[in-house]
Every structure is written in structure tokens, then in C-alpha cells.
């Protein structure tokens, strides 16, 4: 089945910072969606995005997908931008999902 | 107000007994999917359903029952088969088509205890 793998694992930035979360797959897609799960557990719909690129606010979303890989920008980082970053795409009938990027953002 | 509740949102059970953790979505998705996240973990996929009264096991189905008779609820039932159910259970759910944006949406999540 597909592979989705997301870099890096962990990552801590001072608030302010900008970041690049990565997300490569094994195989074409037509479907890619990033989401942020907060500290509470829920996961937030940030981008879908199975190709070109996406702004909202500070984020900002890349999918090359004839080179199957996936960027999330996050700029002026904020204590509110900690939590786990999801990368998720379609593989059969169902969402295979990367196994996340932990953001801490230190005030 | 469109979109995908569960409850309760925290459930404590005793060892031995069977629980139905609810999930309803009222977006007129197709497919609906549950998944089991442990602490520091990613997700798992459990079972998931892409029509009324049919669904398929996922990747850890050992232990949970489903149903879907309508298109709106999907419950989870943990049984006491499974061996170590204390988690956050996670219910999505997306559209499916050609054509058609098939995003995927979840629940708040129902966090279990098992004691």
C-alpha cells in the first residue's frame, strides 16, 4: 500500500520563527490533506491540497505531486502553533496518514 | 450547524464489560471511519464504512464491532475481547466520488478508560 512519510519528527521553534513541515508518499494521489491535532486532541482541517498552493493566514501549503511530496509552511510561529502536524492521503478507499510532526513553539 | 459529533466525550469502563461509543455527522458523507490513537501515537484505522449496512475491517479490527443501518451514525462497540482498549477513538468522515472534493472531516474524539 502507499507510504506517507513526514519530516521532521520533532521540532521546537521560538516563537516568531518560521518552519517547513515535509510530507513524501509513496505513490500518486489524488487527495492530501494536512491537519494539526491541539492539545486537546482535535484535529483541525488546515489544507487540502492534492496539488499546487494554498494560503491561509501564516500557513501556507505546497503539494508537487508528480515529484509526490508536500510542504506546510508556518511563518511568525505562535504559541497557539504547538500540537501534532498530520499529513493524509487517499490509498484505496481510505486515508493512510504520516505518523505526524510534534511543534512545540517556545513563548 | 453542520458536522460530526461523538459522545460521550469521556467514557470509563470496568474490565469485562462491552461499551458503544456514539458517532453521528449530518453532512451527508458516505463514508465514515473510525480510528484509535494511544498516547504519543499516530492513528489507526479500526473499521470504516463507505455505504449503509457495509463496512470493512481496518488495520486493528481485533476486539471492535460496527455497524451503519443509517448513513448519518456509525457506533463503535469495544468489546471485552479487546485486550488493552484505554485510548482516544476517533470518528471521520468524508464524501467519496470522482470529481467530487473528498475531504475528510472528524469528530472531537471520545477519550476511554478502562479501570
Known amino acids: 500500500g502507499i507510504q506517507v512519510e513526514q519530516s521532521p519528527p520533532d521540532l521546537i521553534l521560538q516563537e516568531g520563527a518560521n518552519s517547513t513541515l515535509r510530507c513524501n508518499f509513496s505513490?500518486?494521489?489524488?487527495?492530501l490533506q494536512w491537519f494539526h491535532q491541539n492539545p486537546w486532541g482535535q484535529l483541525i482541517n488546515l489544507f487540502y491540497i492534492p496539488s499546487g498552493t494554498k494560503q491561509n493566514g501564516r500557513l501556507s501549503a505546497t503539494t508537487v505531486a508528480t515529484e509526490r511530496y508536500s510542504l506546510l509552511y508556518i511563518s511568525s510561529s505562535q504559541t497557539t502553533d504547538s500540537g501534532v502536524y498530520f499529513c493524509?492521503?487517499?490509498?484505496?478507499?481510505?486515508?493512510?496518514f504520516g505518523a505526524g510532526t510534534i511543534l512545540r513553539v517556545k513563548s | 450547524d453542520g458536522g460530526i459529533t461523538q459522545s460521550p466525550k469521556y467514557l470509563f469502563r470496568k474490565e469485562g464489560q462491552n461499551v458503544t461509543l456514539s458517532c453521528e455527522q449530518n453532512?451527508?458523507?458516505?463514508?465514515m471511519y473510525w480510528y484509535r490513537q494511544d498516547p504519543g501515537q499516530g492513528l489507526r484505522l479500526i473499521y470504516y464504512s463507505q455505504i449503509v449496512n457495509d463496512f470493512q475491517k481496518g488495520d486493528i479490527a481485533e476486539g471492535y464491532s460496527v455497524s451503519r443501518e443509517k448513513k448519518e451514525s456509525f457506533p463503535l462497540t469495544v468489546t471485552s475481547a479487546q485486550k488493552n482498549p484505554t485510548a482516544f477513538y476517533l470518528c471521520?468522515?468524508?464524501?467519496?466520488?470522482?470529481?467530487?472534493?473528498?475531504?475528510?472531516?472528524f469528530g472531537p474524539g471520545t477519550r476511554l478508560t478502562v479501570l
Open positions: 493524509a492521503v487517499v490509498g484505496g478507499n481510505k486515508l493512510v
Open positions: 505513490d500518486s494521489v489524488n487527495n
Open positions: 453532512l451527508n458523507h458516505d463514508a
Open positions: 471521520a468522515s468524508r464524501t467519496l466520488g470522482q470529481g467530487v472534493r473528498n475531504e475528510q472531516f
